[in-house]
């Protein structure tokens, strides 16, 4: 009973909250079909992680990762969770040969290990396998500008 009690209490203050934090978010964005756009673009990071997941998604239809890849990188270069996370679910498609540019792969790739993430060494060397030489050697001319 103490713990229906307690998670009864607990939604009570939710619900109370949530109204107020909801005005403080969404202040400046009206409700309806670009809230979420709206968010984003007013830095909220949760808004552009949802934004850059739905264009990830379509990416993998299309072949151009890069707008998820723009999204990603601005929330983990600031040290924002789901933006490492959707970066790193970029990383992975480019390194399979995903995107529709393997020269333009590969640079970004090497821009992002020079970031800091370590784990970029072994994609990069999987997307390499799948290239021609004439394209590993563009990428690597461009990498190296």
């Keep these: 009973m103490k713990r229906l009690w ?8 939710i619900a ?13 964005c ?19 992680y949802r ?10 239809e299309t072949g151009d990762f890069s707008e998820p890849l723009r999204m990603g990188r601005q929330l983990a270069y600031e ?6 996370r959707l970066l790193k679910m970029v990383h992975l498609q480019l390194s399979w040969g995903n995107h529709n540019d393997y020269v333009q792969a590969y640079d ?5 290990q020079d970031k800091g993430f370590d784990y970029l060494e072994s994609l990069i060397g999987n997307l390499a396998e799948k ?12 990498a190296a500008e």
């Design 6 to 13: 307690g998670g009864l209490t607990g939604l009570v203050l």
């Design 16 to 28: 109370s909250l949530s109204p107020a934090m909801a005005d403080e978010v969404g202040a400046e």
């Design 30 to 48: 009206p409700s309806g079909e670009n809230w979420l756009e709206c968010r984003a673009a007013a830095g909220d990071k949760l808004a552009i």
């Design 51 to 60: 934004l850059g997941r739905t264009a990830y998604e379509e990416a993998r």
């Design 79 to 84: 040290e924002d969770r789901n933006g490492k």
């Design 108 to 112: 970004w790739m090497v821009e992002d």
């Design 131 to 142: 290239m021609t030489p004439e394209q590993l050697a563009q990428a690597r001319s461009l």
